[in-house]
């Protein structure tokens, strides 16, 4: 082998030699950079659970609920049947409930409640008895005399114990937070009341 042979070859494998080491140092690097970035994956969240996992965000199914309401030509209270979606805590419920026969007036019966009445606020409290805090207008807006006080009160007992029978006990009604010797001057409303 010449000498120039010999130099050729030296350069080819020196090159060689240059080009494993580069390989070698990507490679060596690749991997280095491979396992790190196992160390700082941030973990991708899991897919949401269906919502039937959150049976509170499930809308509950429509039940019928009695408003009771007047019968004019009878002059009686009748149940009225409607369907609501009532929620699942108890005192939004009873809210819904009342808040219904307030609003309700279907053709053929007569609402014994105001016209422009809203239900402030609902409460339970430990001995079962609810109480309805109704706006001022339930009493200045009121029609007056006997029965038609009567009627008023009847339909919103009636309708609350129908709804809520193990639930509700005694109803105590409220005009803007106080209590209330009466709606018209003819019942007593200062005490908690039931059904007879």
Same mark, same amino acid.
């Given at each position: 082998?010449?000498?120039?042979?010999?130099?050729?070859?030296?350069?080819?494998?020196?090159?060689?030699?240059?080009?494993?080491?580069?390989?070698?140092?990507?490679?060596?690097?690749?991997?280095?950079?491979?396992?790190?970035?196992?160390?700082?994956?941030?973990?991708?969240?899991?897919?949401?659970?269906?919502?039937?996992?959150?049976?509170?965000?499930?809308?509950?199914?429509?039940?019928?609920?009695?408003?009771?309401?007047?019968?004019?030509?009878?002059?009686?209270?009748?149940?009225?049947?409607?369907?609501?979606?009532?929620?699942?805590?108890?005192?939004?419920?009873?809210?819904?409930?009342?808040?219904?026969?307030?609003?309700?007036?279907?053709?053929?019966?007569?609402?014994?409640?105001?016209?422009?009445?809203?239900?402030?606020?609902?409460?339970?409290?430990?001995?079962?008895?609810?109480?309805?805090?109704?706006?001022?207008? %339930?009493? /200045? &807006?009121?029609?007056?005399? =006997?029965? *038609?006080?009567? !009627?008023?009160?009847?339909?919103? @007992? #009636?309708?609350?114990?129908?709804?809520?029978?193990?639930?509700?006990?005694?109803?105590?009604? %409220?005009? /803007? &937070?106080?209590?209330?010797? =009466?709606? *018209?001057?003819? !019942?007593?409303?200062?005490?908690? @009341? #039931?059904?007879?």
């Amino acid at each position: 082998m010449t000498y120039k042979d010999r130099a050729g070859f030296s350069r080819l494998l020196v090159i060689w030699g240059i080009t494993l080491v580069a390989v070698a140092i990507c490679l060596g690097g690749t991997l280095y950079i491979i396992e790190r970035s196992k160390q700082t994956v941030i973990p991708v969240p899991p897919p949401p659970p269906p919502a039937a996992a959150y049976p509170s965000e499930v809308p509950p199914e429509p039940q019928e609920v009695n408003l009771f309401l007047l019968d004019p030509t009878a002059m009686m209270l009748v149940p009225v049947k409607t369907e609501r979606r009532l929620h699942r805590e108890l005192t939004q419920r009873l809210n819904q409930v009342v808040t219904a026969l307030i609003q309700e007036t279907p053709p053929n019966f007569r609402n014994t409640i105001p016209r422009g009445t809203e239900l402030n606020e609902v409460y339970i409290d430990s001995q079962q008895t609810a109480y309805l805090d109704f706006s001022s207008h %339930l009493t /200045d &807006g009121h029609i007056g005399g =006997t029965t *038609a006080e009567f !009627l008023t009160v009847t339909a919103i @007992l #009636r309708t609350v114990f129908d709804t809520f029978p193990d639930e509700v006990k005694q109803i105590q009604i %409220l005009i /803007d &937070g106080k209590q209330i010797e =009466t709606i *018209a001057g003819h !019942l007593n409303l200062s005490q908690p @009341l #039931r059904l007879p």
